[in-house]
T-cell receptor, first 109, second 114 residues
Framework: TQLLEQSPQFLSIQEGENLTVYCNSSSVFSSLQWYRQEPGEGPVLLVTVVTGGEVKKLKRLTFQFGDARKDSSLHITAAQPGDTGLYLCAGDAGNMLTFGGGTRLMVKP | NAGVTQTPKFHILKIGQSMTLQCTQDMNHNYMYWYRQDPGMGLKLIYYSVGAGITDKGEVPNGYNVSRSTTEDFPLRLELAAPSQTSVYFC?????????????FGAGSRLTVL
């Protein structure tokens, strides 16, 4: 079983602060995805990174795929209350995605 | 577009009862998946299917069964429900062969076993 570990598990910050969420594995993935999930809903895709070292930006969110395609990070600049939610990374292992345990982010106004 | 539709949204079962969670998608995706999510946790794969007539076990298949008789439908059956199966169940689908495997999720089915 390919494991993905996310850290931190919980994060509570004030509006305007920056934060980074990490997703680590000992396995190599063909791609890695980040999803955001709000209470009572299914996860929704934020971004897919495919190439080792790739950096993608989505407004205030910056995603990076490790050079060896084993890890990824999500950096949020100037967090807002609307960023509150559960952030999940998922590694593509061919026929299935393996999900990390998630990082629950709360941004206080 | 409906996307991935799951029913029921909520259900309470007694220990030992059986039930089926329904999942249908209208995107003509070839891959479908069932995940369970325990409170505050990530998703664990129960079963998946790469096409009609083909199913495979995921990480946590014990206590569940699936079938895939059509491209659109992928029901999940719980036999002899146990309290450990209390969870939120998510169905998802994807179109393999078009690059990265991106999943579209349903809204979830919250199941409580008492």
């Amino acid at each position: 079983t390919q494991l993905l570990e996310q850290s931190p598990q919980f994060l509570s910050i004030q509006e305007g602060e920056n934060l980074t969420v990490y997703c680590n594995s000992s396995s190599v993935f063909s791609s890695l995805q980040w999803y955001r999930q709000e209470p009572g809903e299914g996860p929704v895709l934020l971004v897919t990174v495919v190439t080792g070292g790739e950096v993608k930006k989505l407004k205030r969110l910056t995603f990076q795929f490790g050079d060896a395609r084993k890890d990824s990070s999500l950096h949020i600049t100037a967090a807002q209350p609307g960023d509150t939610g559960l952030y999940l990374c998922a590694g593509d292992a061919g026929n299935m995605l393996t999900f990390g345990g998630g990082t629950r982010l709360m941004v206080k106004p | 577009n409906a996307g991935v539709t799951q029913t029921p949204k909520f259900h309470i079962l007694k220990i030992g009862q059986s039930m089926t969670l329904q999942c249908t998608q209208d995107m003509n995706h070839n891959y479908m998946y069932w995940y369970r999510q325990d409170p505050g946790m990530g998703l664990k794969l129960i079963y998946y299917s790469v096409g009609a007539g083909i199913t495979d076990k995921g990480e946590v298949p014990n206590g569940y069964n699936v079938s895939r008789s059509t491209t659109e439908d992928f029901p999940l059956r719980l036999e002899l429900a146990a309290p450990s199966q209390t969870s939120v169940y998510f169905c998802a689908s994807s179109q393999q062969g078009t690059g990265a495997n991106v999943l579209t999720f349903g809204a979830g089915s919250r199941l409580t076993v008492l």
